[in-house]
């Protein structure tokens, strides 16, 4: 039985339209939750203020040079970045999916990519409040201090980790997507761990070549030694040359897009497989 | 002009979760739904129903056989299927609880790309017919669940669809509420000739008053499959007729032994006390001679009425057992 003659497929401009407008409707739903919902403000911006403090604190009791107090405040700015790609993002489809609004994203003909990164650039923009807050509390309560004149390769820098980041979130995305209370338990027992390899609040080479290197697949880690090293030069004790490091994250960025969109595909018709994609509960 | 929905030898299977072996969910399924058609299909729980919409809605992939949603297969085709349905299932809600009801019928509709003064004007129009201008600017979160629910059903209609499946639109709404889905679905389908309704529902009136053609379907195949006129004809002719009669008196039973009387059952009224009596006759004209014998047996008669056949006597008639029953042989369980 032939299609209808006149419905055509839509041009690549009219999918290219419907998806933007997509990512920039899914973008909106985030940036409008996070004037809206007060108590997240506290849960996102407090509370990681406070874990940051007494790392300042500690350094300073020890004396430690003033440039490992900067490091911690960079460090509790990213972590809120992280902890979006994670709680916010990849963990997205999971509690739609819980909630039985899953299939009303999966029915719909737009790309599952345009709504992850609509989900990406929403998370970036009300997590950019929270990390703002923090490196104004950094700056105003211990006086620490960044290189204004290299503010703008450092914002490159940081773009371009938060590129890789989000992209690695939608690879998580995708395992949260059928297997979303197993992942979500691994996830909350690796989040320490994580703090840690990532140094987030301290440089990442003192754990030793082998183990930083291995933390290194998670792009907040060499995002953050790459920023240190920016603003405090070699007394941010860099792992990788500063030269290495954007190109190592555009490189992870395009290869965990790739592998996001592979495996966001072989999720979903896994599900539909096994009838999995609409079950609460699993 | 392509049917809506084409179906043919659709089945489906699944892994058993707590014993060995499949459960097949889809039995060589064929069905047709016109353009234009408010189609019902009526089933007990686990009869199929939700796995057919399911693989029509393109969630889940059939085991064998074809589904074609205006020409296009779900399988195969996914995005030009979608681009032209949509699907309510009742008793769900959908949206963010920080967003207000006007803000969530737009955000739905760009999923679609459906341009914004277009959704602006939508949105508009829907609130208004279900009841939830009222509420426009409200977030979601201070919503009742039923208010929710009717944001649920005019999401589903923000991309005005070619096809749409509502499923149980109705389910957990009260009186009012579902009086008016069921007007606006109705009014829907009136005027817009080229659009299809494929609705699933446990409410037989339901289905009654908005289907043009119902099918039956149990244990995943379709049973019957007409319009509730011509199912109705399909049941035996013999008439029934129902009384109301007083608690005391006689045995009933004695009636039983009437010639034309095909078969009887009573059972005491819980609210008022009094006999309900159904009985089954040959013919019209056996029913004075039940009247005589109820005056012998001391039996007043409170209230008589002949029994036409419904969309619910067709269904208990190919199933076995009626949706009612199912329901409360679960809530007894």
Redesign the interface.
């Known amino acids: 039985m032939a299609p209808d003659p006149g419905m055509l497929d839509p041009g690549l401009r009219q999918k290219l339209g419907m998806n933007l407008a997509a990512v920039f409707a899914r973008a909106s739903v985030r940036v409008k939750a996070s004037f809206r919902e007060s108590s997240w403000v506290i849960g996102e911006t407090v509370f990681p203020f406070l874990a940051m403090s007494a790392f300042v604190l500690v350094y300073r009791g020890l004396h430690a040079p003033r440039e490992y107090e900067g490091f911690v405040v960079l460090g509790g700015a990213m972590i809120a970045y992280w902890n979006n790609v994670i709680w916010g993002m990849a963990s997205q489809f999971f509690w739609e999916r819980e909630q039985g609004q899953l299939q009303l994203y999966l029915i719909t003909p737009v790309s599952r990519m345009s709504i992850l990164i609509g989900m990406a650039l929403g998370g970036i923009a009300m997590t950019t409040t929270r990390a703002v807050a923090i490196l104004t509390g950094g700056i105003l309560l211990y006086h620490v201090s960044f290189p204004l004149s290299r503010a703008l390769p450092a914002l490159g820098l940081f773009v371009l980790t938060l590129g890789a980041a989000y992209s690695l979130g939608m690879i998580l995305s995708s395992l949260f997507l059928l297997w979303g209370r197993e992942v979500w338990h691994t996830a909350a027992i690796l989040q320490e761990p994580i703090y840690l390899l990532s140094g987030f609040y301290f440089p990442v080479s003192a754990m030793g070549l082998v183990v930083a290197v291995a933390g290194s697949i998670l792009p907040v880690t060499l995002g953050l030694d790459g920023i240190r090293q920016v603003f405090y030069g070699p007394a941010a004790h860099g792992l990788l040359p500063l030269p290495w490091i954007p190109p190592i994250q555009i490189a992870l960025t395009l290869f965990f897009l790739y592998i996001a969109r592979r495996m966001l595909r072989y999720m979903e018709n896994l599900g539909k497989h096994e009838g999995r994609l609409t079950v609460r509960g699993d | ?3 809506a929905i ?1 179906v043919r030898g659709l089945t489906r299977t ?2 058993a979760r707590r014993r060995s072996g499949e459960v097949r969910a889809l039995q060589g399924v064929d069905l047709t739904v016109h353009r234009g058609e408010c189609f019902g299909l009526l089933g007990p729980n686990g009869a199929g129903k939700s796995t057919l919409i ?1 693989i029509l ?5 059939p085991t064998s056989g074809r589904a ?1 949603v ?3 297969d779900v399988a195969t085709e996914p ?2 299927v ?6 309510v ?1 009742g008793g ?5 609880g ?2 207000t009801v006007r ?1 969530t019928l ?3 509709s ?4 459906v341009p914004g003064p277009v959704a602006r004007r939508r949105a508009e129009e829907l609130m208004q017919v279900t009841g939830l201008a009222e509420k426009a600017d409200q ?1 979601l979160s201070s919503l009742s669940t039923g208010m929710r629910q009717k944001l649920n059903f005019a ?1 589903g209609f923000m991309s005005d669809p070619e096809v749409i499946f509502l499923d149980e639109p109705t389910l957990g709404l009260d009186v009012e509420a579902s009086r008016d889905v069921r007007a606006f679905i109705a009014r829907w389908v009136r005027e817009r000739p080229d659009r299809t309704v494929l609705l699933t529902t446990h409410y037989m009136m339901e289905a009654d008053e908005l289907c043009g053609r119902v099918a039956i379907i149990d244990h995943g195949r379709i049973l019957a499959l007409d319009t509730p006129t011509a199912l109705k004809r399909t049941l035996p002719a013999e008439p029934v007729f129902e009384f109301q009669v007083s608690a005391t008196g006689q045995d009933l039973d004695r009636l039983r032994g009437i010639a034309g009387v095909r078969s009887m059952s009573h059972h005491a009224h819980p609210a008022t006390g009094a006999v309900q009596l159904r009985v089954v006759v040959d013919e019209d004209d056996v029913i004075g001679e039940v009247l005589g014998r109820l005056k012998g047996l001391e039996r007043s008669v409170l209230h008589l009425t002949k029994m036409e056949p419904t969309l619910e006597t067709v269904f208990i008639h190919h199933v076995g057992r009626g949706l009612t029953d199912e329901e409360e042989e679960r809530d007894g369980a």
């Open positions: 002009m392509t049917d084409d699944f892994k399911k809605t393109t969630l889940l992939l074609l205006t020409g296009y995005f030009q979608r681009r032209r349905i949509n699907l299932s769900d809600s959908s949206g963010y920080v967003l803000e737009h955000l739905f760009q999923f679609y790309g977030k999401r």
